[in-house]
């Protein structure tokens, strides 16, 4: 009796199946998941549902709801974020969605927008620089590690943990002369870029094409070797990075992510443009790469002071206008004057069509406003 399938979990395994059509592998996995986990909430909460239409959503779904706040990190032991529970609640509101055909599909409105999770709001955490410091001198003492190597090339680089584990073998391009860069794989954003790196960095990966070659060798189209996967691989570069840590005398826990952090922080001290900085981090908004870096008092204070002490552009004084007591002050002379700048202004954006046309007629809805209002007010007093 224990190996009789669930007809539920069932009903939602085939609709994974129909969109393993369509999306990634990953994706595919994720879905998997969140049947068991909703499935596993099922049989602990409500073991006497057995088909989508016996959903409710009180008791039911607000438990599930529930059962997803009270969720921890294995690891960590803390709440899983708003993200985490947000994709369950997104994909089984979709699950639930596709079972519409089903001969015993679920009530609508088990599931509702307002359930999903806001995502949180979560700050940069860059290393210190004195963190950041010891750190450095930690991974660049034992060149002799792969996984050390591959740490300080993702701290050096700004690389996520996963992109520096996709790196492949030619990874390293000449460009010409001095320049060298990076060949960033297709990675979260489903994009791939060139990120520009130094005589270091290139140490680094000579280091690592012949550490690579030692048992376990690495597959030939990867840099690194990963005899038990591409997720193996990188709990043990997070597991190799919190030694070094602790060996550094860094007392707090940190992530792979930190380092990329506390990269696009230095690059920006460096004067790095934000622009600049974006392409280099693989970026598609500049709201995400302020969201990677940390002003600090500091920081602020330094940028004042330089600026003050080396301005880049010098601003003139604009000069008090001539008093010219020729010119008519009259209700009519300004009107006179408003409507030459409403015509000026209308020519202007007619033969410049490369201007911002938008722009150019907010000000002639307000120029027109001015004068509108200014004409009413010489009428009242009138």
């Known amino acids: 009796m224990k190996n009789t399938p669930h007809p539920l979990q069932e009903a939602l395994q085939a609709r994974v199946r129909l969109m393993a059509t369509v999306l990634r592998p990953a994706t595919v996995r994720q879905y998997e998941h969140t049947v068991r986990l909703f499935m596993a909430y099922l049989r602990e909460r409500h073991p006497d549902i057995r088909s989508a239409n016996h959903l409710r959503r009180d008791p039911h779904i607000l438990g599930w709801l529930e059962y997803l706040w009270m969720r921890r990190v294995s690891f960590t032991g803390k709440p899983w974020c708003a993200a985490t529970r947000a994709a369950q609640v997104i994909r089984l509101r979709r699950l639930f969605d596709l079972m519409a055909d089903h001969r015993l599909p679920p009530h609508p409105g088990l599931l509702m927008s307002q359930d ?47 992109e520096t584990a996709d790196l492949s073998t030619d990874c390293l391009r000449h460009l010409n002369g001095d320049q060298w860069a990076l060949h960033v794989p297709i990675g979260k954003l489903h994009s791939e870029r060139w990120t520009p790196v130094g005589e270091e960095v290139r140490g680094i990966v000579a280091r690592l094409q012949y550490l690579r070659m030692l048992p376990p060798a690495a597959p030939p189209e990867f840099l690194l070797p990963r005899p038990k996967g591409k997720q193996v691989l990188c709990t043990q570069l997070r597991d190799a990075l919190c030694e070094a840590a602790t060996r550094a005398g860094i007392k707090t826990h940190i992530v792979p992510h930190q380092m990329r952090h506390t990269y696009a922080t230095t690059m920006l001290r460096a004067g790095v443009s934000l622009p600049a900085l974006m392409k280099m981090l693989g970026h598609r908004t500049a709201n995400m790469t302020l969201r990677y870096v940390e002003i600090t008092q500091q920081d602020l204070q330094r940028e004042f002071h330089r600026v003050r002490e080396n301005p880049r552009h010098v601003l003139p004084v604009p000069s008090s206008a001539p008093a010219d007591d020729s010119l008519a002050v009259d209700a009519s002379a300004i009107i006179e004057r408003l409507t030459a700048a409403v015509r000026g202004l209308d020519l202007f954006g007619q033969q410049n069509p490369s201007t911002d046309n938008k722009a150019i007629l907010l000000l002639l809805r307000r120029l027109t406003r001015i004068r509108s209002r200014f004409a009413k007010l010489v009428h009242d007093q009138s």
């Open 116 to 162: 999903i999770p806001r995502a949180d709001q979560t700050l940069p955490r860059p290393l210190t620089p004195e963190d950041d410091a010891r750190l450095l001198t930690e991974l660049r003492r034992d060149s002799s590690d792969l996984r050390v190597s591959a740490l300080l090339l993702t701290r050096l680089t700004g690389l996520r943990i996963g």
